[in-house]
């Protein structure tokens, strides 16, 4: 499931390289969104050969399979940054909306995007850890990265608060794909 998701991305991100940024100005702005997004498919697509690569039941090379899990965590670390500092309000368009709408977009990326954080945070662990131990079963995927969590003194607590924040960080997709700047 994180192999597809992660396809999904590198091709959002191929479409932000080639089409993306059209209304930015000025035009070095645009070159940069561009680059950044053609860099983010590249990541993303040795992500989702990594997760494949797991997720059959291979085991790539140590150091690949520990730069996946890095770039994982990485990502993880990002998305828990931009729901902290409301980085992801740059790109809606909420000028015209009601401070009644406003305020619940803002609160779903605060608590969605930690959260969505947390969760690749914890594969991504798991992934470096399989691979410094050489064991791929450690890293069987998103399913054992929770149940991993829920292991966890206070788990079921804090499976509650990433699945909440899921739920956040869906209700703000959808907020997302009304409200996008163009």
Not at 103 to 127: D, E, K, M
Not at 153 to 159: E, K, T
């Amino acid at each position: 499931m994180i192999t597809i998701g992660l396809i999904a991305l590198v091709v959002w991100q191929l479409t932000e390289a080639i089409w993306g940024g059209r209304h930015v100005r000025p035009t070095w702005r645009k070159v940069l969104r561009r680059v950044v997004s053609g860099g983010e498919a590249l990541l993303f697509g040795l992500l989702a050969s990594t997760a494949g690569g797991l997720a059959a039941g291979g085991s790539g090379t140590s150091d690949a399979e520990q730069a996946g899990g890095a770039g994982v965590l990485v990502a993880g670390g990002f998305f828990v940054y931009r729901g902290v500092t409301r980085s992801f309000l740059r790109h809606l368009d909420l000028a015209g909306v009601r401070p009644g709408t406003r305020s619940p977009v803002t609160r779903a990326g605060q608590l969605g995007w930690p959260a969505l954080g947390v969760v690749y945070g914890t594969f991504g662990l798991l992934v470096i850890i399989a691979a410094v131990r050489y064991d791929p079963a450690q890293a069987a995927g998103l399913d054992q990265a929770l149940k991993k969590l829920a292991a966890q003194p206070f788990g079921p607590y804090l499976l509650l608060a990433v699945a909440g924040g899921l739920v956040c960080f869906g209700v703000y997709c959808l907020m997302d794909a009304r409200y996008r700047a163009a």
